[in-house]
T-cell receptor, first 115, second 114 residues
Framework: AQSVTQLDSQVPVFEEAPVELRCNYSSSVSVYLFWYVQYPNQGLQLLLK??????LVKGINGFEAEFNKSQTSFHLRKPSVHISDTAEYFCAVSEVYSSASKIIFGSGTRLSIRP | EAQVTQNPRYLITVTGKKLTVTCSQN?????MSWYRQDPGLGLRQIYY???????DKGDVPEGYKVSRKEKRNFPLILESPSPNQTSLYFC?????????????FGEGSRLTVL
């Protein structure tokens, strides 16, 4: 069975600084990878996903993530963050050809932006 | 507007008093699911449904029931709530229920059981 690890529970950064949120996964088969964002008092929404093809995936709000198969990672990056990026970010993984019921979420990383 | 709607958004109840959290989606999605979110644990799946009248247990189903009589609705039932069910609950839906599809989430229902 697959698993996903978000090593950082909280990441504080200054506004306009770059940020990287780390995600590592474990699986014996090929996977799909996702990043979801949860703004305060809201549900989760999809930020970006990797299904196949180019390993660099661009998402909404200037975020991007790179799939690294050898390191089993899918880190999320943004070159310059804004106050509005304050949210909790969840990495998720599912095995190729599996159902949505098999999507596994990480424990989340809370991104706090300091002015 | 495409959305997943949950009610109530906030609820405080007492141990043993049955309650239902409703979930409705207007996107004609086949797949629906319930998660609970607890600090440091991320999202854990409670129950899911691949289509009408087809439901199955997730990772933490104890103490919960669901039904899927209509495609758009997927209520979560707590027959006898206990304090360990105090949590933030999310309903989600997906078009076909395959692992590559986007999950659409409701805004969450914060439940406190005293």
């Amino acid at each position: 069975a697959q698993s996903v690890t978000q090593l950082d529970s909280q990441v504080p950064v200054f506004e306009e600084a770059p940020v990287e949120l780390r995600c590592n996964y474990s699986s014996s088969v090929s996977v799909y990878l996702f990043w979801y964002v949860q703004y305060p008092n809201q549900g989760l929404q999809l930020l970006l996903k990797y299904l196949s093809g180019s390993t660099l995936v661009k998402g909404i709000n200037g975020f991007e993530a790179e799939f690294n198969k050898s390191q089993t990672s899918f880190h999320l990056r943004k070159p310059s963050v804004h106050i509005s990026d304050t949210a909790e970010y969840f990495c998720a993984v599912s095995e190729v050809y599996s159902s949505a019921s098999k999507i596994i979420f990480g424990s989340g990383t809370r991104l706090s932006i300091r002015p | 507007e495409a959305q997943v709607t949950q009610n109530p958004r906030y609820l405080i109840t007492v141990t043993g008093k049955k309650l239902t959290v409703t979930c409705s989606q207007n996107m004609n999605h086949e797949y629906m699911s319930w998660y609970r979110q607890d600090p440091g644990l991320g999202l854990r799946q409670i129950y899911y449904s691949m289509n009408v009248e087809v439901t199955d247990k997730g990772d933490v189903p104890e103490g919960y029931k669901v039904s899927r009589k209509e495609k758009r609705n997927f209520p979560l039932i707590l027959e006898s709530p206990s304090p360990n069910q105090t949590s933030l609950y999310f309903c989600a839906s997906s078009y076909k229920g395959d692992g590559a599809g986007e999950l659409f989430f409701g805004e969450g229902s914060r439940l406190t059981v005293l």
